[in-house]
């Protein structure tokens, strides 16, 4: 993601037995194209919402932040920005400034197949 140019990223990702990659990617465009298409359901970003505040306040108070901190504190100082006031707002910003509408507006304006990153990660033989 690149903040300074408005550039943003969209992942599905999944696990899969080895063979399975193209019908799983079939699946995944088709996913993919339902979103762009008819969007997301209220009760959906309600769940979403409430599993991303309980994950990022866990995340605060475990190791995988220590691998974060660095990086956020280094990019805020770099733009000028408060760090702490990002970090004490961001539960306030999901829960009460994402709109549904807004969010499929810019999901069918935005999603776009063409501009994707196809990778295949295989283990090691």
């Known amino acids: 993601m690149d903040y300074e140019n408005g550039i943003y990223a969209f992942n599905i990702s999944f696990d899969s037995e080895l ?20 969007g997301i359901s209220k009760a959906w970003l309600e769940t979403a919402i409430a599993q ?21 504190l280094k990019r805020s100082l770099q733009h000028n920005e408060d760090p702490e006031d990002k970090v004490l707002k961001y539960e306030s910003v999901i829960s009460h400034f994402i ?26 033989i």
């Open 19 to 38: 063979g399975n990659e193209r019908k799983m990617i079939k699946y995944a465009m088709e996913e993919f194209g339902n979103l762009k298409q008819h």
């Open 52 to 72: 991303e505040r309980s994950k990022y306040g866990q995340n605060l108070e475990t190791f995988w932040m220590l691998n974060f901190w660095p990086k956020y």
């Open 99 to 124: 709109n549904l509408e807004e969010l499929n507006k810019a999901a069918k304006k935005y999603l776009c197949a063409e501009n994707r990153q196809q990778l295949i990660i295989l283990p090691e």
